[in-house]
Every structure is written in C-alpha cells, then in structure tokens.
C-alpha cells in the first residue's frame, strides 16, 4: 500500500494505477486494482497500457501521482484515469494560482486525448500526523476544484483523497463509527461538504487482512463464519469488509454526511508472507479478491447500505520488488512484472495473450458474491425443532468429491445440454447444510420459495431447503466449480433437482 507520498519515491516512482471493470452482467458496480511501480522489472508503461487495453476488461486507472510518460501512454484508450498529487505538493496548493498551474502542467496538456476522471489530493493524509499537510488539505482540494472550474473541466474530473482507517477512533461494533476528535470538525466536516458540493465521492483505504487473526479469518476472507451481532442495530456481519464499511458510514451520518458516496480506493490480500503472518497464500488471495469483486458488485449493499454497489480497487496490478517491509508488501499483485497472473480472478480476456496462472482459482469456498450479512429472513423450521433428513433418492450419488456424471436415459425429459445444478453432497451434516442455507439466503438471494407455503417448502428439511438455496448461488454466481463447494458439502449434477411446481433453475 502507498501509505504516504513524499520526495523519497523520486528514484522508483511510487505510481498506483486504479484499474476498474465492470465484472457481473447487469450490474453497475466496479473493480479496480492499484497498479504500483516501486519495483526494478516492471514493463514500460506503453506495453502495460496496450495489455490492460487488449489482454484484460480493466477500463480505469489510477496513478498516485501525474507521470508524464504514462498519461501519454494511455492517450486514445479510454481507460479512465486518476491522477494523483503527492502529500510533500499539498501545501502549495493553498494558493489558487499555483493549484491553476498544476492543472495546467498536469491534466491540461493530456485531456481530452487521455481520459483523465479523477484527481486525488494525497493518501491517507491525517495518518501523517503532518500538521501544515493535514491543515492544508481541504483548500488545496477547493483550488483545484476552483482551477478546473475556470479550465471547465469540473463536470468531468472529481477531487478527493483516500484516508486510511485509523481516521475511526471506534470502529467496532460498526453502529459506534466515529471520526476520532479533532479531526471530525476541524477537517471531515467542511471535506464532507467540499465532496458533496461537488458530486465527489468519500474514499477509504480498508484492509481486513490486517485486522484478521487466526479465529477471525473466514469472517475476512468472506466465508462461511459465525459472524458478528450489532447489538445496536440488531443485525447481523458475516465479513469483516461490511463491517469496516458501515463504520466509516456510521461515522459519516453522524456529522450529517450519510448521503456522500464511498468507494473503496485500496483493499487486497497479499499471495506471500513471512511464516508469522495469518493466512498468507495464493488461494486466500484468490478468494479475498474473487469474494470482494461479486461482493461489491453485487447490489446487495452492507447491512447500513443495503442496495447498493461499491467502486473498489484491489491493491495490486504488479508484485514490486523493491517495496520496503515485511514480505507480503512485496507480494500483494495479481500479476507478475511479465503480466503473468499469480492466480485467476476473472480479469483476462478469453483471447488474452498472458499465460495461464500457475496458481488457479482455488476450490475450498465460494470465490464469488461474498456474505454482505443482513438478518436471516431464510425460511428455516420451526425454532427449536430439528428437520428431519430427506428421503434417501433412488438415484445413486457420486462418490464425495465427484462430478456426478448423465443419467441414464429415461422417459423425463432431458435438461438442456450442459445444463447443471448445485445439490449437497449424500452424507452432509444437517448443521452444515443448515449454515449453507443461512449464508445464501444472508445474502439477499430469493429464499421465498423454501419459506411455508412457498414452491419448494415441501419436503420440509434441511436437506431439500439446501439443495435449493445452494443451487440458486451457484447460478446466480456464474456457474463455477468453486460456487458450489460450501466447504465440500455441495455437489455439481446434470439431473434435474426440480419437482412438480418447484423449479430449479
């Protein structure tokens, strides 16, 4: 992560590209990954603005500061670009004539050839503890909005600035968010009303790979977990993400800003560690990554903001060599410096040209719409009673871990071809299932069917309910082999689950 910006990054230039694509059909939501250069073996910006452009469905950047050489290599390609001021600029921007110059030195000479969208005043600014940068912050952000008003520019490029979470002095549980004191009105409250005078969005820096443990690393990872009660507001978290979200949003409404727009400016996971480290691997970057993407682009909200997509951006494009620290800052790309992935989370083009990953997708959960929890509405059996397993079927299940194969042919009338369903697999735990059922129907799925008097409530149990609810997942989520784990208690079938008047899908 580029915590700071400052004169120390002149030798390798602490560039970060945010690079969004729209990733579920019909939704609005994006993703986007910060795209870092503090490293010795990445490729020129010319060859990385032709892949993102060709190899890949990436159609924003963002750079941490205004390189010349990469605004110029992304002239022509439409990506949308952010560009960045670095903190040690901020003061001098308090000057209404000197913002007027960076503009002019910096976006003017590049707009409308590169598609500059964004300009961002910094990173995690207050964390700095820098008093003439933190004091100067909202009136540089106001002189430049003020420069690109006179350039009429405004309509199209944005200011902000991303802050880290250490802004909350409370976080948790997340109906406590609350800027911490000193900060929330003497520079929050008049950026809050700079950002929405403006139609400028809040952005945050959250990462719950540095505040997961041990016990907490499903509720990070968004898998399946116990979850953490609100006792507040009643309900429910099932990953950490929403939980850090609707602290910053709680904070927010507290000072009268609730309705200002959030996007997610840095998150990600890292593919390598020190051995001390939490969950540090390729698969459980993979899955961070792949649960955040449907997650956020899901339209299912937070528990505080349900509804909604998020714009998010995954740190990062590129593994960096030479970053300082612990290894997994080193280690934190989806690609390495010759654009190979390190694993898959759907960002290549079918016809892409980089290779294939040497780590695949994992298979042990879902890597896909992520636990955005709200209170259990999922239709489940009467309190206190324990559904009885479903008769045992006379078709024979295949063996645990199996892809069930055709069935023979019969008088029924075949699925189309290649049609397939998500089913438990024959011996899984009632309690299992039942947490399957809980953790679909959490996330905002269709679960009337399987609620009394619903198509497909009868046979009441918690077999037949799952069987439901895991395959409504399973395609919605795109069909993948990985969206119909449930912690190996599903399996993929060819043979229609449907019955009578309740329809699978």
């Not at 390609?77 to 910096?106: F, G, S, Y």
């Not at 001390?276 to 970057?285: F, K, L, R, T």
């Not at 980089?354 to 695949?360: F, G, R, Y």
């Not at 896909?368 to 009885?388: F, I, N």
Request: some cysteine.
């Amino acid at each position: 992560m580029e915590k700071t910006i400052g004169a120390s990054a002149s030798v390798i230039t602490g560039l970060s590209f945010l690079l969004v694509f729209t990733l579920i059909k019909g939704v609005q939501g994006t993703i986007g990954v910060n795209y870092g250069t503090i490293a010795n073996d990445l490729p020129p910006p010319a060859q990385v603005a032709r892949f993102l452009l060709q190899d890949t469905v990436i159609s924003q950047v963002r750079l941490f500061d205004a390189n010349p050489d990469i605004l110029r290599a992304f002239a022509h390609t439409d990506i949308a670009i952010t560009v960045t001021v670095p903190n040690e600029q901020i003061p001098h921007l308090t000057k209404v004539t000197l913002a007027q110059q960076w503009v002019k030195a910096n976006v003017l000479p590049y707009t409308p050839s590169t598609n500059i969208v964004r300009i961002l005043v910094g990173n995690e600014v207050l964390s700095t503890a820098n008093r003439l940068i933190i004091g100067s912050l909202v009136p540089a952000m106001q002189n430049l909005h003020t420069a690109l008003v006179g350039m009429s520019l405004d309509s199209r490029i944005k200011v902000s600035t991303p802050h880290s979470l250490g802004i909350l002095s409370t976080s948790s549980p997340p109906s406590t968010g609350k800027f911490r004191q000193g900060y929330d009105t003497v520079v929050l409250k008049p950026l809050l009303s700079f950002l929405r005078a403006t139609n400028a969005p809040f952005m945050i820096n959250p990462y719950p790979f540095f505040g997961c443990s041990a016990g907490t690393l499903d509720y990070a990872l968004f898998r399946p977990n116990a979850g953490a009660f609100d006792e507040n507001t009643q309900l429910m978290y099932t990953n950490m993400l929403d939980g850090q979200l609707d602290a910053i949003f709680t904070a927010m409404k507290l000072l009268g800003y609730g309705d200002v727009d959030i996007v997610i400016a840095e998150t990600g996971w890292p593919s390598i560690g020190d051995s001390a480290q939490i969950g540090v691997d390729a698969n459980n970057a993979a899955q961070y990554n792949g649960n955040l993407m449907r997650h956020v682009t899901s339209g299912l909200g937070t528990p505080l903001m349900p509804n909604r997509t998020f714009e998010a951006y995954i740190f990062s494009l590129f593994n960096e060599n030479l970053k300082p620290g612990p290894t997994c800052e080193r280690n934190f790309g989806l690609f390495r410096p010759d654009m190979t992935p390190v694993y898959d989370i759907g960002i290549l083009r079918p016809t892409g040209s980089a290779s294939l990953p040497i780590n695949p997708a994992p298979v042990e959960a879902p890597v896909s719409t992520p636990l955005p929890p709200a209170p259990v509405s999922t239709p489940l059996p009467p309190k206190g009673k324990t559904p009885v397993e479903a008769p045992v079927s006379t078709t024979p299940l295949p063996p645990e871990g199996k892809t069930p194969v055709e069935a023979p042919a019969s008088t029924t009338p075949l699925p189309p071809e290649g049609k397939k369903w998500c089913v438990p697999k024959s011996g899984a735990k009632s309690e299992v299932l039942q947490n399957n059922i809980d953790y679909v129907c959490g996330l905002g799925f269709d679960c009337r069917p399987i609620q009394a008097g619903g198509a497909c409530f009868f046979p009441n149990t918690v077999q037949a309910h799952a069987a439901y609810a895991m395959n409504v997942y399973y395609q919605v989520t795109g069909l993948n082999v990985c969206d119909c784990d449930f912690r190996q208690t599903g399996a993929i079938t060819t043979i229609d689950p449907s019955n009578g008047s309740c329809k699978y899908g």
